[in-house]
C-alpha cells in the first residue's frame, strides 16, 4: 500500500491511548485498530475529520504517501 497511516505515532506524542480516542471520535476499536495496522483500505472523511479535531492534527500528520519500491525496500 503507498498510504502509511501513522496514527499510533500521533498518539504517542499526544500521549492518548487508542481506547480514549474511540471514546472522543466514536469508533469502535476494531476499526481504529485495523487504520492503526495500516489494514484499512479506506477512511472516511468524518472519521479523518473527528481524529484530527481530537488529535489537534493536520491529516497529512496522520496519513503518509510512500513510494511502493521504497515500502518493499523497507520491508526487506
Same mark, same amino acid.
Given at each position: ?6 496514527? &499510533?505515532?500521533?498518539?504517542?506524542? *499526544? ?6 480516542? /474511540? &471514546? ?6 476494531? =476499526? ?19 481524529? /484530527? *479535531?481530537? !488529535? &489537534? /492534527?493536520?491529516?497529512?500528520?496522520? !496519513?503518509?504517501?510512500?513510494?511502493? =519500491?521504497?515500502? *518493499? &525496500?523497507?520491508?526487506?
Amino acid at each position: 500500500m503507498a498510504i502509511r497511516v501513522t496514527l &499510533d505515532r500521533v498518539l504517542l506524542e *499526544r500521549r492518548m491511548s487508542l481506547t480514549e480516542l /474511540c &471514546d472522543r471520535v466514536g469508533v469502535t476499536m476494531a =476499526n481504529l485498530s485495523i487504520l492503526k495496522t495500516g489494514k484499512a483500505k479506506a477512511v472516511r472523511f468524518s472519521t479523518l475529520e473527528a481524529l /484530527c *479535531r481530537e !488529535l &489537534d /492534527c493536520q491529516p497529512g500528520e496522520l !496519513l503518509q504517501y510512500v513510494e511502493e =519500491n521504497q515500502e *518493499r &525496500d523497507a520491508a526487506e
